[in-house]
C-alpha cells in the first residue's frame, strides 16, 4: 500500500512541469487525494486537491490559476499540471491520500523535488 | 482568513517526560476536521490524530489529541525516543475548500 510520486526536476522561472503519483496496493478511485508541498526546513503547505472521481477540486490561493490537478483512475494515477513556475514553488511536492470515512490525509508519498531557477 | 498557531515552537524534553502541544485557531472550526501529524527528518509525515481525538490505525496509546473551538491539544503521555520529530497541527476548511497547516512545534531531546 503505497504513493510515489515522479517528475521533479530543476525548471527555469516561467517554466512548465508535471508531476506524477501512483497509487497501489488500495482502491485508488475510492480516495480523495492531494498535492502537500514542503521547503526545506519549513513547514508544509496544501496545495490543491481533488475528490475522488475528479469532478471536483480546490486549489490553495497561491498556485491557482497556475496549476492543475487531475486523475486518471484506470492508472490508479494522480497529476499536477504545473505552469508559470516562480521560484517560490521550489519545494518537495508529495502526494497525500484523504481518509476514506475521515478527513484527513491517511498516506502519504515520500514526494518529489521541484527546483525552480535560472 | 482561517489562521493554525502552534505552541511552543520548539519544545525541549526528556524521554519519560510528558508532552503537551497547543494548536490555536483563529475562528472557531470543527473538531471533526482537526487532524495532528507527526513528521520526522527525510520521511513523508504520519498521520497521528484525525476528528480532534481519534487515533489513526496503528498509533499507540501514548498519544492523545483533545479540544474544541480554537483550542485544540496533542499530548504523548511518556515520551519515547522515536518521539522526537515536528508535529503538525491540520484543518479542512469548508468554506471555500481547502485545507491549512500550523508551523509545527519541534519536540527534541532536552
Known amino acids: 500500500v503505497q504513493l510515489e510520486e515522479s517528475g521533479g526536476s530543476v525548471v527555469r522561472p516561467g517554466g512548465s512541469l508535471r508531476l506524477s503519483c501512483v497509487g497501489s496496493?488500495?482502491?485508488?478511485?475510492?480516495?480523495?487525494m492531494s498535492w502537500v508541498r514542503q521547503t526545506p526546513g519549513k513547514g508544509l503547505e496544501w496545495v490543491c486537491g481533488?475528490?475522488?472521481?475528479?469532478?471536483?477540486?480546490a486549489y490553495a490561493a497561491s498556485v491557482k490559476g497556475r496549476f492543475t490537478i487531475s486523475r486518471d483512475n484506470a492508472k490508479n494515477s494522480l497529476y499536477l499540471q504545473m505552469s508559470s513556475l516562480r521560484a517560490d514553488d521550489t519545494a518537495f511536492y508529495h502526494c497525500?491520500?484523504?481518509?476514506?470515512?475521515?478527513?484527513?490525509?491517511?498516506?502519504w508519498g515520500q514526494g518529489t523535488t521541484v527546483t525552480v531557477s535560472s | 482568513e482561517l489562521v493554525l498557531t502552534q505552541s511552543p515552537g520548539t519544545l525541549s524534553l526528556s524521554p519519560g517526560e510528558r508532552a503537551t502541544l497547543s494548536c490555536r485557531a483563529s475562528q472557531s472550526v470543527s473538531s471533526n476536521y482537526l487532524a495532528w501529524y507527526q513528521q520526522k527528518p527525510g520521511q513523508a509525515p504520519r498521520l497521528l490524530i484525525y476528528?480532534?481525538?481519534s487515533r489513526a490505525t496503528g498509533i499507540p496509546d501514548r498519544f492523545s489529541g483533545s479540544g474544541s473551538g480554537t483550542d485544540f491539544t496533542l499530548t504523548i503521555s511518556k515520551l519515547e525516543p522515536e518521539d522526537f520529530a515536528v508535529y503538525y497541527c491540520?484543518?479542512?476548511?469548508?468554506?471555500?475548500?481547502?485545507?491549512?497547516f500550523g508551523p509545527g512545534t519541534r519536540v527534541d531531546v532536552k
Open positions: 476528528g480532534a481525538s
Open positions: 496496493g488500495f482502491t485508488f478511485h475510492n480516495y480523495g
Open positions: 491540520q484543518q479542512f476548511h469548508n468554506s471555500p475548500p481547502k485545507v491549512i
Open positions: 481533488i475528490n475522488s472521481n475528479g469532478g471536483d477540486s
Open positions: 497525500a491520500r484523504e481518509g476514506e470515512l475521515f478527513p484527513a490525509f491517511d498516506m
